[in-house]
């Protein structure tokens, strides 16, 4: 295989930049070949001990690609029991060492001593806590190797400037320091009230100089004459770096869903408290707005505390899939946020008799690495069936060629993620489809403009609330 114009400047760049520096992040959308770049660089510079950190959804993807690109050292993906694992690191002369983020902090000492070249940390923006002990981990562990670093993630800064010292202590602390007090005091405007909350942000052209040092930021940009293009982020402004083969259209629509009377009752209660307490600021905290909503959001989805309420959205969902399944050739592919959305779904696809798949929190890393391929290959496989924190990251799956979103979280980088699944090299359909359904005058709007406006969601939620009163004067 080879790389596209795009990738062998990024390859390039990543060369460049990690012969004078410890660390590079790699900042480009999903679906450019982020992967195939690393792995072109293993083969080049020749390294001989790798470890990987990834997201538990995609740590079989690395073997897979691995094999794609014909890399020479094997690929052990860490499962299993702890002791099982540290057994594997030792036994491990040379190779690629794969694991979760979530183990980093219990096997930092056997990494450590594996002595690697190269710490890949593969949807890095999970590094970004300054306080969370795996973060603290990573960046001990590359410190006392001398590893070289490559951060790869296409939604680096999810909350913004505030994200970066978690993420270059581990890249590279010269670019941020490894003070979090001192980034806040430069580069944060807070709440003289609420020194913890921040509502600003200062000298952000020392920040964007900072960043962009160790930075490599590519995005694929619809061009006028309708054709994909990647451009590269360049201290003279945005640069041409390749074109695209063709990328289809990507076409949304929402499927409004009524909720029964009886529910709507309920839901209305409890979204008139919830705002009352908004409004008045009353008693009001962080958690409380949090449950509240999730209570609002598990309702609109049919179920509340592991009961079902309404079957309004399944119906839904049962009408599109049998209609857009009558096509022996297409795939589909469904997000929802809750186990309980999940298991419905699930007992829904069953009834209508087509092979599915469901991938979540539950799902073992070799049984997803399985159905993914057996989606992605000439098989009977038709559906898959994802949590989105579980999937939005890191899987191709675009031999499907619509995503329907059974329910949202409130996460717009994890949304669009989300959304590239499909969107993304290799897609042959000509156009890509995606569709929400959306339980009318419920939180399920206020997600969407949310998401659309990147706003906060109380905010939405007191926004419809109050153009509702206005209409009914």
């Known amino acids: ?9 990024l390859l390039e760049g990543v060369k460049t930049r990690l012969s004078r520096c410890s660390g590079v992040l790699l900042a480009v959308d999903p679906g450019l070949g982020k992967t195939a770049v690393t792995l072109s660089y293993l083969r080049e510079k020749g390294a001989q001990r790798v470890v990987v950190f990834a997201p538990k959804s995609v740590l079989g993807v690395w073997a897979l690609e691995a094999k794609q690109w014909d890399l020479a050292l094997p690929v052990h993906v860490l499962d299993g029991s702890l002791a099982k694992r540290e ?5 491990t002369q040379c190779g690629v060492l794969v694991t979760n983020y979530e183990s980093i902090a219990k096997l930092e000492a056997a990494l450590t001593a594996f002595r690697p070249d190269l710490i890949v940390a593969d949807e890095c923006h999970r590094l970004k806590g300054w306080q969370t002990v795996n973060g603290k981990a990573a960046a001990r562990m590359a410190k006392r190797t001398g590893a070289k670093r490559l951060g790869l993630s296409g939604t680096p800064l999810p909350n913004g400037p505030i994200d970066a010292p978690g993420l270059f202590r581990f890249l590279d602390p010269g670019v941020f320091g490894e003070s979090i007090v001192r980034f806040r005091e430069r580069f944060c405007v807070v709440n003289p009230y609420i020194p913890q909350q921040i509502t600003g942000y200062k000298n952000m052209a020392e920040f964007e100089e900072r960043f962009h040092g160790r930075s490599i930021v590519m995005q694929k940009r619809q061009d006028p004459d309708g054709t994909w293009s990647v451009y590269e982020r360049t201290t003279s402004g945005w640069q041409f ?5 063709s990328l289809p259209e990507k076409m949304a629509r929402v499927v409004p869903v009524e909720l029964p009377r009886s529910v709507r009752r309920v839901y209305e209660q409890l979204e008139t408290e919830m705002v009352a307490e908004l409004e008045t600021g009353e008693s009001i905290t962080a958690p409380n707005v949090l449950t509240q909503l999730l209570r609002l959001t598990q309702i609109s989805g049919g179920y509340l505390e592991g009961k079902r309420l309404h079957d309004a959205k399944l119906a839904s969902l049962s009408d599109r899939l049998s209609d857009l399944l009558a096509d022996p050739k ?6 929802a946020r809750f186990r309980d959305e999940i298991d419905g779904i699930a007992d829904a696809v069953d009834r209508l008799g087509f092979s599915f798949a469901v991938l979540d929190g539950r799902t073992s890393s070799s049984d997803r690495t399985r159905m993914v391929a057996d989606f992605q290959g000439d098989t009977d496989l038709r559906v898959i069936i994802g949590q989105i924190q579980a999937v939005a990251e890191g899987v191709t799956l675009h031999r499907a060629d619509t995503v329907i979103y059974y ?11 989300s959304q590239d699944r499909i969107h993304r090299l290799g897609q042959t359909s000509s156009a890509c489809h995606y569709e929400y359904l959306v339980a009318a005058g419920t ?3 206020d997600i969407m403009q949310s998401l659309r406006r990147k706003r906060d969601l109380a905010q939405a939620i007191l926004e419809r609330r109050n153009s509702q009163a206005v209409a009914a004067r």
Do not use: C, N, T, W
Request: no cysteine.
């Open 241 to 245: 770096a390749g074109k695209l083969p």
């Open 87 to 91: 057994r594997l690191i030792r036994d």
């Open 330 to 335: 297409r795939k589909v592919l469904i997000f």
């Open 443 to 445: 939180v399920d709007e």
């Open 1 to 9: 295989m080879e790389l596209m114009e795009h990738q062998q400047r």
């Open 407 to 417: 329910s949202l979280d409130y996460s717009e980088a994890r949304h669009a993620q």
